[in-house]
């Protein structure tokens, strides 16, 4: 498959480069504005000259990627991917593909329509489904009054409430859980009334909480929480997010205790365990609560490999489309969005929306195709995953601190990708930019690495990017 794309993708693309370059600008490694070192002291004032006149406006000095900058030669990134296909440390079953990001021609492949497992960068699928349908959207938690002086919690799809009050200015935690007690008892107590029952209405979501193809050891490792249309924290039992650790065995009803003893602390009592009820359609809204925008929250999970989060967004797809909010309902609702945007899911199978269950397969072919319409401006609701994933080097799962592109790897800060980690398997798919500013996207998979092996992949994988990052055309 082509795309149509010529400076657009470079616009994409150069953002990933002054992004990266703004980092080393800020540590003082490359000259720049920015800076961590303590300021200067404020100077005296400069006196005016005689006759001096303004200068000329200024022009900016960092511009797009060059429309005609060289497209590599295919012969020799055929011999590139080659080389990493028949590495023996990646086992048996490898695929690869590399393409141009402006015009979609495939510059080197291997074994491109293989259907691997593909781990985390099928969250890439998921994230575009999200922002083609949804991604203006905001979940709003509710508390509603029902008979008998009962608040029932009402759960939009928000797994990522503050305990507390709410930070404007973050995703996880933009909306809290203090601030929704604080509304709903200023209502309350005006009527005079002291005393209210608690109840949870989750019912937004249905089915199994947890894919069944999950492993019980990363269920019990806390990789994914139980999916629920409430929770805080994304159902972590800390105050701190991380993407792995222990997990609320009912985020929702977590939630909803919580949010009981917030009201005690606001002057009502509470009486009684909560328990469940589906809030009436007519009931009145107490308060409410906002999540992040859809688009950030996708940032989120792409950047830090949310397999919960990721999940949450498999079934507000579907929920949108009017399927279930089930996992079927929403790797249904996945795959239908890939092929309504031309990638070709002939094939393709997803059995959860993260990737972190076994039985999913994709291929590099379906990656790649997936990533050049991300970076096409024909499709501007999506640049913001294309410029979202991780970058080489300097952020969430491609960060130096985690061994990836270390030192003087010439993808560091120049490649932006989605990375996939299961036993045997490693993955990685996105963008990088070449010596001579031309655009390509690729995609690496191998679902058959020996099991001591895998952590060496990585840096292999690395290296290649490194590669692509350091090719020119003048040799």
């Given amino acids: 498959m082509e795309w149509g794309l010529r400076s657009g993708a470079a616009v994409a693309a ?3 480069l002054f992004g990266g370059y ?3 600008d800020a540590y003082d490694v490359v000259p720049g504005m920015l800076t961590t070192a303590e300021p200067w002291p404020e100077p005296s004032p400069f006196p005016s000259a005689p006759g ?36 023996k440390r990646l086992g048996s079953r490898v695929g690869v593909m590399v393409a141009d990001g402006s015009t979609g021609e495939v510059l080197g ?10 781990a985390s960068t099928q969250k890439l699928f998921t994230g575009v489904a999200a922002l083609s349908s949804i991604a203006g959207t905001t979940l709003d938690t509710k508390a509603v009054l029902a008979e008998d002086d009962t608040v029932v919690l009402v759960g939009g799809g928000d797994m990522m409430l503050a305990e507390g009050q709410g930070d404007p200015d973050a995703v996880n935690g933009r909306a809290g859980l203090a601030d929704l007690a604080q509304q709903v008892a200023a209502k309350v107590k005006v009527t005079g009334t002291t005393e209210v029952r608690v109840a949870l209405d989750d019912t937004l979501f249905t089915g199994d909480d947890i894919a069944p193809t999950v492993a019980s050891p990363d269920i019990a490792a806390g990789y994914v929480a139980p999916v629920s249309s409430v929770a805080i924290n994304v159902g972590l039992l800390s105050d701190e997010y991380t993407d792995n650790g222990p997990r609320a065995s009912d985020p929702g009803k977590y939630a909803a205790e919580v949010f009981s003893a917030a009201l005690e602390a606001e002057g009502l009592q509470t009486a009684g365990a909560v328990v469940n009820e589906t809030a009436p359609d007519d009931a009145q809204v107490l308060g409410q609560v906002s999540s992040a925008p859809l688009a950030e929250v996708v940032g989120f999970a792409m950047q830090y490999s949310d397999n ?5 967004l498999g079934r507000l797809v579907a929920v949108d489309a009017g399927l279930p909010g089930s996992n079927d309902g929403a790797t249904q609702a996945v795959i239908a969005s890939a092929r309504r945007l031309g990638v070709d899911m002939t094939g393709a199978r997803l059995r959860d929306c993260s990737g972190l269950g076994d039985g999913s397969y994709l291929s590099s072919q379906q990656l790649v195709d997936l990533l050049g319409i991300m970076v096409d401006p024909a499709h501007p609701k999506l640049r913001s995953e294309a410029v979202g994933m991780p970058i080489a080097g300097l952020s ?17 800060g120049l490649a932006r990708a989605k990375t996939g980690s299961l036993p045997k398997v490693r993955a990685l798919a996105g963008t990088v930019i070449t010596a001579d500013g031309r655009l390509l996207v690729f995609s690496i998979l191998a679902d058959s690495i020996p099991a001591d092996r895998t952590v060496g992949a990585t840096q292999i994988y690395d290296s290649f990017v490194g590669d692509l990052a350091a090719y020119s055309t003048q040799g």
């Fill in 14 to 16: 150069v953002v990933a």
């Fill in 22 to 24: 703004l980092v080393a």
């Fill in 52 to 87: 001096a006149v303004e200068g000329p406006a200024p022009v900016a000095l960092l511009e797009g990627l060059p429309d005609d900058a060289p497209v590599p030669d295919s012969a020799e990134m055929q011999r590139l991917v080659t080389g990493l296909a028949k590495d």
């Fill in 109 to 118: 492949s291997s074994s491109p329509d293989k259907l691997m497992t593909p």
């Fill in 308 to 312: 919960t989060i990721t999940e949450v």
């Fill in 396 to 412: 969430g799962t491609l960060d130096s601190s985690l061994g990836r592109f270390t030192g003087t790897n010439p993808a560091r």
